[in-house]
């Protein structure tokens, strides 16, 4: 069972106070099309839009917008998907077979893991330090490589504590892939993310030609709605395996959400820039919601990226804090339980405008319940 959508699919959209989201705030269609300025123009050629299919490795210019976040990748080094989460599945099912081996990092989205769980392909876990800043141990990747292992899954930024690597660290990590003929699964959703553009790194597929780079307009980009994600890799080999299973799942796009993701990346930097400033000003709200709370509880602040982890100091049930909170101020954080990580923790999310009603509620909450 997929623990995290499962919780979310009781919760996500019953409780008022969204305050773990992954996602960044959302924008209207009308938003969309307005993004280049050509509103008119825009709408017409949206009423206008054949509902055909579509070209099943993405549409031309679409492929070409995705293309300039990538140095040395073109539109033909990319696959576009319906969802960041369909690339994963594609690649897990498509390309890995049963007696390989897979190494991930964790905690990490259970999708990253499962789905290879479920096509009997082995899988070790490649573990963060939280007293460390949630930091790798590469010498502690290097001891799990086997004869059969093919694949380290890396996500950086991270889901859920939003530590991310460095660049000196992302060279190691190719370093090691390279010398044992790996390949790096780079789930990068969260990339742009960066509240400090010095913190940003190359996508791995520019590195490194066994690497496959994960993207999707669903995070920093606030267009989940959208369904559009892609997978970028200098690997033709591999890419022409997965296009070849997509054809045994969605076959194509949706071709309005192409149309409207066109439009959102002709100025993706007007969406980016609106959603940072607001996980930067939630980001600093909740760093004074931590400090003021430091008794119960602490975090190793995230570098980019819409969400962190929290340690609750209080409990050792955290999932029942979560569901107690819902309960009783319809604020929905998600419990480390999701994660199989224990039952400590909980993902915050910040990027949403009513961060900050959320956050009042919790503190609500807190003097009720915690602090009597």
């Known amino acids: 069972m997929f623990e995290i959508e499962r919780f ?23 938003e969309i099309l307005s993004n280049s300025g050509e509103y008119d123009e825009n709408l017409q050629g949206f009423l206008d839009l054949k509902l055909s299919y579509t070209e099943s490795q993405g549409n031309p210019l679409l492929l070409e917008q995705i293309a300039q976040f990538y140095e040395n990748l073109e539109s033909e080094n990319i696959l576009s998907f319906s ?15 049963e007696g390989d081996h897979l190494i991930v990092q964790f905690p990490c989205y259970q999708s990253l893991f499962e789905v290879a769980k479920a096509n009997k392909v082995e899988v070790s876990y490649w573990k963060m330090h939280e007293n460390e ?9 290097e001891d799990q490589i086997k004869t059969n292992t093919r694949v380290i899954m890396i996500n950086t930024p991270n889901n859920p504590t939003g530590f991310h690597l460095t660049q000196k660290e992302q060279l190691e990590l190719i370093r090691i892939a390279r010398n044992h003929d790996l390949i790096i699964f780079a789930d990068e959703v969260y990339r742009l993310g ?18 496959l780079s994960l993207g999707v307009l669903s995070k920093p980009l606030g267009l989940p709605g959208l369904r559009i994600g892609w997978i970028a890799t200098q690997s033709k080999e591999i890419l022409d395996q997965l296009a ?6 969605t076959i194509c796009n949706s071709a309005p959400s192409e149309y409207l993701a066109i439009q959102a990346l002709s100025n993706y930097n007007n969406l980016l820039q609106r959603n940072l400033q607001i996980i930067r000003e939630n980001l600093k709200e909740f760093k004074k919601f931590i400090s ?19 340690k609750c100091h209080f ?29 400590k923790h909980f993902r915050i999310g910040f990027g949403r405008k009513n961060f900050t009603e959320g956050l009042q509620k919790l503190e609500e909450y807190i003097q009720e319940h915690l602090l009597q």
Not at 196 to 211: G, N
Not at 244 to 249: A, L, R
Request: proline content about 4%; hydrophobic content about 40%.
């Open 8 to 30: 979310y699919a009781k919760h996500e959209f019953n409780a008022p106070y969204m305050l773990s989201g992954s996602d960044a705030e959302s924008f209207t269609i009308s």
């Open 83 to 97: 969802g960041a989460e369909e690339g994963i599945f594609a690649f897990m099912a498509g390309i890995l077979t």
């Open 133 to 141: 800043g949630w930091k790798m141990n590469f010498k502690e990747l």
């Open 194 to 211: 960066e509240y400090d553009q010095k913190d940003r790194i190359p996508p791995f597929a520019d590195l490194y030609s066994h690497a």
């Open 244 to 249: 070849i299973f997509k054809d045994y799942t």
């Open 292 to 310: 003021k709370h430091s008794s119960l509880f602490s975090w190793t602040e995230p570098k980019a990226g819409t969400i962190g982890f929290v």
């Open 315 to 343: 409990t050792e049930d955290v999932e029942s804090f979560c569901l107690d909170l819902i309960q009783k101020k319809g604020v929905v954080l998600l419990p480390s339980t999701t994660y199989f990580f224990g039952n």
